[in-house]
């Protein structure tokens, strides 16, 4: 089987629940997973309500065809190090996983001992951080979201600063405090200032926020010194994952100057555990905005980079039993692409590594419905969303969960990527 053929509409899985799930044959996402009755994470691959488990299929010589079998690279807690081979591995995978689940294929589907041990229910599974990430780089790839915090905060007529459309903006943020979905999200603490106080004061953040964005991940790096062009950066990335880089707005204010996020933004990152490959994604290309002015040369690419991928922000607070979306956008929105933001970054010889997480920055639309944080959505805090319950909310309370979710679809099936969760707790208290 060669990678186009496993994108064919009609292939069908003797998986039936993988029909008309977000997880269908033509997915076929990864991810660290463990039985809830067995303690050892290991690598898993979601296919309708069941994650399957490769590295049984590994140890049963399912793979065997490929030279990198048999070499335990799915016995393992994190993805680094198939991730490593890059992403012909990847295909390889890809191709290899579709026949194996095929209705018409016998080596899996007959295999009833191999079936009984390999496959397991969602709901008896536990989930981890999928991959071990070294570094993380957050950047400002929306125009619409650009737009709106600069015109809250520089006038329309300075909205955009000068470098925006010629480079993607970003900064480095913090790996070790990059977490799963589920994982309860502490309010931060810092230094803020008011508009009316002379002094500064220390204490809980009063106006955190969520940021929706997606992320991916590196597959195979460079060497320091040895920039990626813009024409092979595809080829390192590996996959993606939702992104909820959650924001202290308070903190920011006052400490972003001269240098940039800082305590603001490196309390809590949180990712969807399912790493969605680029070859499954490879169906959904679209345009992206038209660059205007043209870009650098080192920055020039052709054709379609950009990915319809639907995006939804919900919440649920301590007053409610279930979520409300509040927010609905695009990935295709934005303006600077993955290709574009990985030959920037690594264009003064920056060496990035196996399992480096970018993460775009949020992702706004055209539309106040599409805005991808609380900022935008409240204009700052004067304009506060009223919520089925009738409670209001401006920023983020103690108690609120918070959503996002994101999923592909065409005529023929549905790509999901699961959901990034987080609840908001009461801030540690610091003398």
């Not at 125009?143 to 925006?164: C, S, Y």
């Amino acid at each position: 089987m060669n990678l186009q053929e496993t994108w064919n509409p009609k292939l069908v899985s003797f998986i039936e629940s993988a029909q008309g799930s977000d997880f269908p044959i033509q997915h076929l996402p990864l991810g660290i997973f463990k039985p809830q009755m067995d303690g050892n994470y290991r690598v898993g691959v979601a296919i309708g309500h069941f994650v399957l488990d490769l590295a049984m299929l590994d140890d049963f010589g399912l793979f065997d065809e490929y030279n990198w079998a048999r070499k335990k690279l799915f016995n393992r807690l994190k993805l680094n190090r198939f991730m490593a081979l890059g992403r012909k591995a990847s295909q390889e995978l890809r191709c290899r996983l579709v026949e194996l689940l095929s209705a018409d294929n016998p080596d899996l589907r007959d295999h009833q001992e191999l079936r009984t041990h390999a496959f397991h229910r969602m709901e008896d599974i536990t989930m981890s951080l999928p991959v071990e990430i070294g570094d993380y780089t957050d950047f400002y790839s929306s125009k619409e979201h650009a737009t709106n915090v600069g015109i809250m905060f520089r006038g329309k007529d300075n909205a955009l600063q000068p470098n925006w459309l010629h480079l993607p903006v970003g900064y480095h943020g913090r790996a070790s405090t990059i977490v799963k979905s589920g994982t309860p999200i502490v309010r931060p603490s810092g230094q803020t200032k008011s508009d009316t106080e002379e002094n500064p004061s220390f204490g809980a953040c009063r106006l955190l926020d969520f940021e929706l964005e997606m992320g991916f991940f590196i597959g195979s790096g460079n060497k320091m010194g040895e920039p990626i062009s813009i024409n092979d950066a595809e080829d390192h990335i590996w996959g993606m994952v939702v992104v909820n880089d959650w924001s202290a707005r308070d903190i920011q204010k006052w400490e972003y100057v001269p240098l940039g996020p800082f305590l603001a933004k490196n309390f809590a990152t949180s990712i969807s555990p399912w790493v969605v490959t680029m070859e499954a994604l490879e169906p959904f290309r679209t345009p992206g905005p038209v660059q205007n002015p043209k870009p650098l040369a080192y920055l020039d690419q052709q054709g379609a980079h950009a990915f319809d991928i639907k995006l939804d922000v919900s919440i649920k607070t301590s007053q409610s039993e279930t979520f409300e979306s509040i927010s609905s956008s695009n990935f295709k929105y934005l303006y600077w692409s993955m290709a574009q933001q990985l030959a920037h970054h690594t264009s003064s010889g920056c060496e990035m590594r196996t399992g480096d997480l970018l993460a775009s920055g949020t992702i706004s639309g055209p539309t106040p419905d599409s805005y991808g944080s609380l900022l935008e959505l409240t204009w700052r805090g004067a304009s506060p969303i009223t919520l089925k319950t009738g409670e209001q909310r401006t920023f983020l309370k103690d108690g609120d969960s918070l959503r996002m979710s994101a999923f592909c679809q065409n005529e023929n099936y549905r790509i999901g990527f699961g959901e990034v969760v987080g609840e908001i707790v009461p801030a540690v208290h610091v003398q």
